[in-house]
């Protein structure tokens, strides 16, 4: 893959249609789902929970009011703030906010900078230094209360550890065909923007999450010979399609000159599958 001068290149391995997609390393990081014991029906974790991830009972911390997550970072589980060469030494709420409601329940999301100790001294979070601007998005959580109480409880947290390129999103709750959807967006810095979103379907009070990899291996298997997704691919939720820009062989990371991939999606048992797929030849 060629690079146009001033350009990042993302390693990551491209979608192709010989079958042997590679997976897209979702999780450079250990991710934490939390679920606290006050919201214990809120969220169904997944089965394929990390090996000494900690559990709803060792992670209950109380609640936290929601004058103080305006301003204050919590104590995160997965990364500690402080005491540890190996991790951030600085904290601070980038942004906070309302994000939506269902029925009684409110939802709240924060943005978090963390800033790692091998950064130099004088890069601190909210100044205008390039690892300041560039970690301003850099950890996430998700929060929940009764609509008449001012205190909240933590339903997700997402830090990755100080070497992280993830970089984190306002949280969206939207209606689909197939139901009420929870998004996280993630993406991966660089010019790949890929995306390692996470999408939760409500499901009788709780969230369930939804896999959003396995249509990608199968829309790599229906390109057409010689064509490659070299980019993140971002569904739009509202209408529950998605588009993709097409590589050949020689073609420069900005320009794919492969035409597009059109694609219609759907959810199906928790699952984004792909309902129909249009390639559009270049012009």
Known sequence: MQCVPGCHITTRAP??????????GRRSFTKVVVAFALLATQVATPQN??????????????????TSLSDRCPEFVQSKVGGNPDGF?????????KFGSIGQQTY???????????????AKCGGDSYPALSRRQNGMAVFVG????????LLFERI????????????QILKVAAGTLLYLPIRV????????????????????????EGWLKDLAKRLPAGLEIWKGVWPQLGSMTAEAGLYRPG??????????????????SGHFVIKSLVVEKPE
């Open 251 to 268: 073609d420069t990371n900005c320009c794919p000159t492969g035409g597009y991939a059109q694609i219609s999606l759907a959810i199906r």
């Open 108 to 122: 709240y999301y924060a943005l978090y900078c963390l800033m790692p100790n091998y950064e130099p001294t004088q």
């Open 146 to 153: 009764n609509t008449a109480n001012a205190r909240v409880a």
């Open 189 to 212: 810095d660089g010019t790949g923007h890929f995306n390692v979103s996470d999408y939760f379907i409500r499901d009788n009070g709780t969230w369930k999450p939804v896999e959003a």
């Open 89 to 97: 030494r600085e904290c601070k709420v980038s942004e906070f906010g």
């Open 15 to 24: 979608l192709r249609n010989n079958g042997r997609v590679q997976s897209r």
């Open 49 to 66: 929970r990390p090996a000494g991830q900690a559990t709803a009972k060792s992670l209950l911390r109380g609640s936290f009011s929601l």
């Open 160 to 171: 990755g550890d100080q070497w992280s390129t993830l970089i984190y999103d306002q949280p």
